[in-house]
């Protein structure tokens, strides 16, 4: 069965203090593993898809990595606006649903 | 970007209506919908998979004849919460699934469901 596991659960960082944030996975067969943005109230925004370990996808200050075991999503010199739960998913090769984590929820503080 | 919309995002009704929520997929079509719930700080949970012209695929514990999907088009899912009761109140999320090279689920906004 698929598994996916994030941490920590809660972060909180100071306006600029850079950080990660870990999503460790087992999967029968990775098709592709996703990153989320949501915010309170609204539905996931979709923000990384990473699909080969050495892998690494970047948007302004977020940078996504992947191994055959986790995954990182590195923030960078994080704002006020960066504060959300931050989702990870998995879809194995042989199914069309995502498996998600429980996710982290970070707030930056100015 | 892709761009997925539902209707409406509130509704509040009384115990025993029924409720439908629209699911669009504005600039795509989607030959594969998704239906998730999600209580107060938990993550998403898969309720059912859609897909166009064929009947849903329920999630273990859901119950088919209580949550009515209806998938009659590469752009339209809906949802139908049939006499709900307060314990269906939610925030219900759908997703559509964009193939090919960039197979992607992107989600629409969520609708808040709350039941008197």
């Known amino acids: 069965e698929d598994q996916v596991t994030q941490s920590p659960e809660a972060l909180r960082l100071q306006e600029g203090e850079s950080s990660s944030l870990n999503c460790s996975y087992t999967?029968?067969?990775?098709?592709?593993l996703f990153w989320y943005r949501q915010d309170p109230g609204k539905g996931p925004e979709f923000l990384f898809t990473?699909?080969?370990a050495g892998e690494e996808k970047e948007k302004e200050r977020l940078k996504a990595t992947l191994t055959k075991k986790e995954s990182f999503l590195h923030i960078t010199a994080p704002k006020p606006e960066d504060s959300a739960t931050y989702l990870c998913?998995?879809?194995?090769?042989?199914?069309?649903?995502?498996?998600f984590g429980t996710g982290t929820r970070l707030l930056v503080s100015p | 970007g892709a761009v997925v919309s539902q209707h409406p995002s509130r509704v509040i009704c009384k115990s025993g209506t029924s409720v439908k929520i629209e699911c669009r997929s504005l600039?795509?079509?989607?030959?594969?919908m998704f239906w998730y719930r999600q209580f107060p700080k938990q993550s998403l949970m898969l309720m059912a998979t859609?897909?166009?012209?064929?009947?849903?695929?329920?999630e273990q514990g859901v119950e088919k004849d209580k949550f009515l999907i209806n998938h009659a088009s590469l752009t339209l899912s809906t949802l139908t919460v049939t006499s709900a009761h307060p314990e269906d109140s939610s925030f219900y999320i759908c997703?559509?699934?964009?193939?090919?090279?960039?197979?992607?689920?992107?989600f629409g906004p969520g609708t808040r469901l709350t039941v008197l």
């Open positions: 997703s559509a699934r964009m193939g090919g090279r960039r197979d992607t689920q992107y």
């Open positions: 999967v029968s067969g990775l098709r592709g």
């Open positions: 990473l699909y080969s």
């Open positions: 998913a998995v879809q194995d090769a042989g199914f069309q649903k995502l498996v």
């Open positions: 600039d795509f079509q989607a030959t594969t």
């Open positions: 859609s897909n166009e012209g064929s009947k849903a695929t329920y």
